[in-house]
């Protein structure tokens, strides 16, 4: 299983940028894509997350309502993050994960899909910096 981010990089205040998490090894349509974000000396935070191919649905955290918007690509097996109306506290390493719809439902109902430590499969991060 491997989970590719691509696209972070450093952008001023305003700006927008669009993230991409490429995903393989994973039956795609079963799987929860989820974005998470780590900025420095803070605790991995729950940003967004788009439920499998079946349901579609989509969830965001407070902190990026209305300026981030998740979708998911299910022939390129992808989902993207479009960021817009950036801010320097979006400064931070960015994550996706993969959770296995059907039993993570059966054990935590919809409470997991911020929660980060509850996915099967995470990426390595890819590195957002804003600057004011």
């Known amino acids: 299983v491997q989970l590719v981010e691509s696209g972070g990089t450093s952008v001023q205040a305003g700006n927008s940028l669009r993230l991409a998490c490429a995903t393989s090894?994973?039956?795609?349509?079963?799987?929860?894509i989820g974005w998470f974000r780590q900025a420095p000396g803070k605790e991995r935070e729950g940003i967004s997350c788009?439920?499998?191919?079946?349901?579609?649905?989509?969830y965001y955290a407070d902190s990026v309502k209305g300026r981030f918007t998740i979708s998911r690509d299910n022939a390129q097996n992808t989902v993207y993050l479009q960021m817009n109306s950036l801010k320097p506290e979006d400064t931070a390493v960015y994550y996706c994960?993969?959770?296995?719809?059907?039993?993570?439902?059966?054990?935590?109902?919809?409470?997991?899909?911020?929660?980060?430590?509850?996915?099967?499969?995470r990426g390595q991060g890819t590195l957002v910096t804003v600057s004011s």
């Open positions: 994960a993969a959770g296995f719809q059907r039993t993570l439902n059966q054990m935590y109902g919809i409470r997991w899909y911020l929660r980060p430590e509850l996915y099967d499969y």
């Open positions: 090894g994973i039956t795609f349509d079963d799987y929860a």
């Open positions: 788009i439920t499998s191919t079946y349901d579609g649905n989509i």
